[in-house]
């Protein structure tokens, strides 16, 4: 049975695996190897069972927002009218290309989406098209200032 028909049943060396990948997304099958004293093939061979398994979604360059000129960074909480447009919601934000995530939340909205934007004045063109979408009853927008912990890898227990 393959880890992909045990639907991700992670052991010691897999969880290895997965650490390095997540501080080098790049890094080689055979760096890989070396690190866990593994052969080659066999390390190649459980990072294609991570992804066909899904545990590996992809890799991607992660870049400085400031350095392609997004300087707003925001959170938006979305308060719906009700339910029922809820998938629009999701629908609009996969639209949107600002939008960096978005979750749907317990509490006083219905999503929250962090944002990345060029300015204050694209984040207010941004907030007045949002606010159009199905069913949203309006948005509360905070700005964040800084940020001092970002893109910690996945906790593997």
């Given amino acids: 049975m ?62 400085d927002p400031q350095k392609v000129g997004l300087d707003v960074l925001a959170l938006i909480t979305i308060i719906s009218n009700s339910s029922d447009h809820y998938i629009d919601v999701v629908n609009e934000a996969n639209k949107t290309p600002e939008v960096v995530w978005c979750f749907s939340t317990t509490g006083k909205g219905s999503h929250l989406m962090m944002i990345e934007t060029e300015n204050s004045q694209s984040l207010e063109k941004l907030l007045r098209n ?28």
Avoid: M
């Fill in 2 to 63: 393959t880890l992909a028909q045990k639907n991700s049943e992670l052991d010691k060396i897999d969880r290895k695996i997965l650490a390095i990948l997540q501080v080098d997304g790049r890094a080689s099958a055979s760096h890989i190897a070396e690190k866990i004293n593994l052969s080659v093939p066999s390390s190649s061979e459980r990072i294609k069972k991570l992804k066909e398994a899904g545990v590996i979604l992809g890799y991607q360059a992660i870049l």
């Fill in 130 to 157: 949002i606010q159009q979408w199905p069913g949203v009853k309006r948005t509360e927008t905070q700005i964040i200032l800084s940020s001092h912990k970002s893109l910690t890898p996945v906790r593997l227990p």
